[in-house]
């Protein structure tokens, strides 16, 4: 008996070795156009993982669904910009725009597709979108453009007509995206090739500041500067309204390259980043190194799968690194969110935490596949602290927007801690993540007191105190780990505090008045976007948003029988969602929104009922109706990283319901196979037998030869590296994870 374990063993390291070493290629499978149409909102275009460039084309903004600055369903190119958001419900960035033209010299940007103006229609048929790499055809003047990045210098090449007349091109320091505005700017030719300047700008962030060198391949005929369309004499310039007008002699060789270098600290170090990153004037080459950049960090994660579910994989894991991005130069220095430059950081300064969306799984993700990331982003996370007087909400370009609600940096630090990273100041990580449940503002006030938060006095009271419970049960872990047990007591009292809204009437999570009587009238269907007691949801959405105690709200619900039943009918009552709602609510099963973040945990609670069954019916679902390789291929926004972090967990066949517990709950394996690179030679290889579009249900599991039947698997586990067998079936195991003892235990 032991023998054939142990050749069973042999089997199944041999058969993951095998395929993994057939498939080294990992960037065929991205596809960046996927989620770029509809809602999805993400970013198109040339950069390198966790980038400070992200280079790529910008449409005629058309609306909401142009927060990245392009949308499939445009059919026209007003520049490319050198910094991109990614799937965010709230446009900006969008600085320092290059638009390559011919002919008669046009600085107005146009409005139309067909106006007067600089712009192009453009066809996807002569559009090129790769990790690393983006091309198009701009129609109205023959050029084709190419674009490639390193982490901080954008790499254009056009490639012109033949005998092009006054081929030029426009630099716009004006508009960025959205609602992003320059409130200052400077341009100026310091050489017959290179171009420097800066540009603050005003937008979601309050205050942005960007230094960037541009480099030409050619030198310059003719420098015009304008302030608005006004010209200005000289070749230095300083202005609100900044744009030139770049003209060239005939195309040596009708190729145009130009390199732009990025700074948040100053051009002598954009001159830095430029020289260290990119000395050279190699297009093909620079290409290939973002190739294998991309290729590299892809291949933490090797999968077996269909062709289909590679490409949707593979894209997904992309989106999860474009963000946070660098915030950086080359010598450390950056720019703080007290804007004063703190030089030669012992760390890498990121920006853009979209933390609202992330901590739930993208965040979780890093601990297990960018673990060098994961102190950069807790350090960066500590200086933010130190800066601003609190840790990070949304925090973007070292301005902190206060967008969406909850203190959500905290289960990331304490996730972070809870797994054992050291690489920061601990003591200095939990006094931030305390003084973030100490605030007197937006309800926390109440909770202090452990209090309800009064839905008379503060909006979107339900969701605010639903997801302050889950950072204070985070806040509550970390003092018990440090033997704070003072601070332990009270906090664990605070997380408990979500019962406060729990209707035992009508089973939902409502909004009480400040004399503790239930707000009415009362709908679970109904949501007014930012103008209820939730955010971006209704009472049926809400109503889960437990996860770091399933349990207890299993007994609110009178036990496991109710709260199956009760969770059943969120999949089946229909929306009711009209215009006051949300657009985000969206990927709609019954009430269950997949295109909005706080639902996303739901799925799997059914383990915590011992019905697993039920969550492979539903994982299978979404996975066939609300992620395709299709440009409109994501049901919501993006929200860097974490519609995407999802997936990539669930086609691994398992899901952080509490983002901080350091434990992962079962669902269904999309993918034949995996082996996840945990670094110093560990893998943790996932092998799926019998995996079909009709065995989607577990019927038991092997860990390590020994057989496994909880419905959860541990973290230290996978970065024990190992073996994991998941065998599949047509239909729902009667044995495993059914058990009391065998289902997820969400609080520790």
């Known amino acids: 008996m032991q023998f054939k374990k142990i050749i069973l063993l042999l089997f199944v390291v041999l058969s993951v070795n095998t395929f993994a070493q057939q498939k080294t290629n990992f960037t065929q499978y991205v596809d960046p156009l996927i989620g770029s149409a509809q809602h999805g909102h993400v970013f198109v275009g040339a950069n390198v993982p966790f980038g400070a460039v992200q280079l790529g084309p910008n449409n005629i903004m058309e609306g909401w669904d142009w927060c990245s600055g392009y949308n499939y369903v445009s059919n026209t190119i007003t520049g490319f910009a050198h910094t991109h958001l990614s799937g965010t419900g709230i446009g900006d960035l969008g600085d320092i725009s290059i638009m390559p033209a011919t002919g008669k010299l046009i600085v107005e940007k146009g409005k139309t597709a067909d106006g007067e103006g600089y712009l192009s229609k453009f066809s996807h048929q002569n559009e090129k979108a790769k990790a690393g790499y983006y091309s198009v055809l701009l129609d109205k003047y023959g050029i084709k453009a190419e674009l490639t990045a390193t982490e901080r210098v954008g790499f254009h090449q056009y490639t012109f007509e033949k005998n092009a007349k006054n081929p030029h091109i426009i630099i716009d320091l004006i ?85 732009v270098a990025l700074s948040p600290v100053s051009i002598e170090n954009a001159l830095l980043n430029l020289k ?36 949707i994989f593979y894209t997904a894991l992309y989106h999860t690194m474009v963000a946070p991005s660098l915030y950086n130069d080359v010598n450390k220095d950056y720019l703080g969110s007290d804007k004063k430059v703190y030089r030669k950081a ?44 609190k840790l990070p909400v949304w925090h973007l370009m070292g301005s902190e927007t206060n967008t969406m609600v909850g203190y959500h940096a905290v289960p990331v630090i304490v996730d972070a801690y809870l797994k054992g990273y050291r690489g920061f100041d601990v003591n200095l990580a939990y006094e931030a993540v ?136 969120l999949f089946i009552v229909p929306s009711g969602l009209n215009e006051a709602s949300s657009p985000d609510i969206s990927g709609l099963i019954g009430n269950y929104a997949q295109g909005n973040e706080p639902g996303h945990h739901i799925p799997y609670l059914y383990a915590y009922v ?139």
């Open 276 to 311: 260290t990153e990119l000395p050279g004037w190699d297009f093909s080459s620079t290409v290939k190194a973002a190739d294998s950049k991309w290729n590299a960090a892809l291949s933490k994660v090797k999968i077996d799968a269909s062709g289909t579910t590679k490409k």
């Open 610 to 748: 011992g019905q697993p069954w039920k969550t492979a019916d539903l994982i299978r679902k979404i996975d066939d109706e609300f992620y395709t390789a299709k440009p409109d291929g994501l049901c919501g926004n993006e929200d860097v990283g974490q519609m995407s972090a999802w997936y990539v967990f669930s086609s691994l066949g398992f899901y952080p319901v509490n983002p901080a517990n350091g434990a992962y709950v079962f669902g269904t394996p999309l993918v034949k196979d995996a082996i996840i690179e945990l670094g110093a030679g560990k893998k943790f290889n996932i092998k799926v037998v019998d995996n079909s579009a009709e065995n989607k249900y577990i019927q038991k599991i092997v860990l390590n030869g020994k057989p496994y039947s909880k419905s959860f698997l541990l973290h230290k586990t996978i970065m024990a590296g190992g073996n994991i067998q998941i065998f599949m079936g047509s239909k729902p195991s009667e044995t495993w994870g059914v058990k009391a003892e065998d289902r997820p235990v969400s609080g520790k």
């Open 346 to 389: 012992a760390f890498n300064n990121l920006t853009t935490f979209s933390l609202w969306d992330t901590y739930r799984a993208a965040n979780p993700l890093f601990t297990i596949i960018h673990q060098d990331k994961v102190s950069d982003v807790v350090n960066t996370m500590l200086a933010i602290y130190k800066q601003q007087g």
């Open 175 to 259: 508009e960025g995206i959205g609602w992003d505005k320059a409130v200052e700017c400077s341009l100026k030719q310091v050489d017959a090739t290179t171009i420097v300047g800066h540009r603050n700008s005003k937008g979601w962030a309050n205050d942005q500041r960007l230094f960037f060198v541009i480099k030409l391949s050619q030198p310059v005929k003719n420098l015009v500067l304008y302030d608005s369309t006004v010209v200005k004499s000289g070749k230095d310039l300083k202005g609100k309204k900044l744009k030139a007008a770049v003209e060239f002699a005939a195309i040596a060789g009708d190729k145009l390259q130009i390199k």
């Open 434 to 569: 305390k003084q973030s449940a100490m605030q007197k503002t937006n309800g926390i006030e109440y909770i202090q007191e452990l209090k309800h938060i009064p839905t008379d006095k503060v909006e979107e009271s339900v969701a605010k105190a639903l997801e302050y419970a889950i950072d204070d049960y985070c806040i509550a872990m970390m003092a018990k780990a440090l033997n704070k047990t003072e601070d332990y007591k009270y906090f664990s009292k605070r997380a408990q505090l979500y019962k406060e809204y729990f209707d035992h009437d009508s089973q939902f999570m409502r909004g009480k008045l400040s004399d503790g009587k239930w707000r009415t009238p009362f709908s679970p269907v109904a949501a007014k976007h930012r103008g209820d007691d939730y955010t971006e949801g209704n009472a049926w959405q809400y109503t889960w948003l437990v996860p770091q105690d399933v349990e207890g709200l299993i007994k609110l619900f009178g036990g496991d029988q109710p709260f199956t039943k009760k969770l059943d009918s």
